[in-house]
């Protein structure tokens, strides 16, 4: 199993910046990758970013150029600093991990995050 806990969210003006964190802990030994989802009210959820076990990253692009997913592997957390927000980043952010066991595929998510930028 894999816990995840995100922090780091808030209420911020359009044009402030943010930086989410998420902190894994138990069975992180072989996990494949971790991202970074939101869903808005009426929304469907969607990935923001995404970064591998090798470091390769992937952006929404919505957020190209404004957001940046990294990892600190000494303490097992990833961060995405989000900047130059907009009203329409208003969302709850969600940590997910994901690891491969053969055919199938295990999913871990965190609690989510409230994040809401004021015009």
């Known amino acids: 199993q894999v816990q995840l806990v995100e922090s780091g969210g808030g209420l911020v003006q359009a044009g402030g910046s943010l930086r989410l964190s998420c902190a894994a802990s138990g069975s992180i030994f072989s996990i494949n990758g971790m991202d970074w989802y939101r869903q808005a009210p009426g929304k469907q959820r969607e990935v923001v970013a995404t970064?591998?076990?090798?470091?390769?990253?992937h952006y929404a692009d919505s957020v190209k150029g404004r957001f940046t997913i990294s990892s600190d592997n000494a303490r097992n957390t990833v961060y995405l600093q989000m900047n130059s927000l907009k009203p329409e980043d208003t969302a709850v952010y969600s940590c997910?991990?994901?690891?491969?066991?053969?055919?199938?595929?295990?999913?871990?998510w965190g609690q989510g995050t409230q994040v809401t930028v004021s015009s």
């Open positions: 997910h991990s994901w690891r491969f066991r053969g055919l199938t595929r295990d999913d871990y």
């Open positions: 970064i591998t076990s090798g470091g390769t990253t």
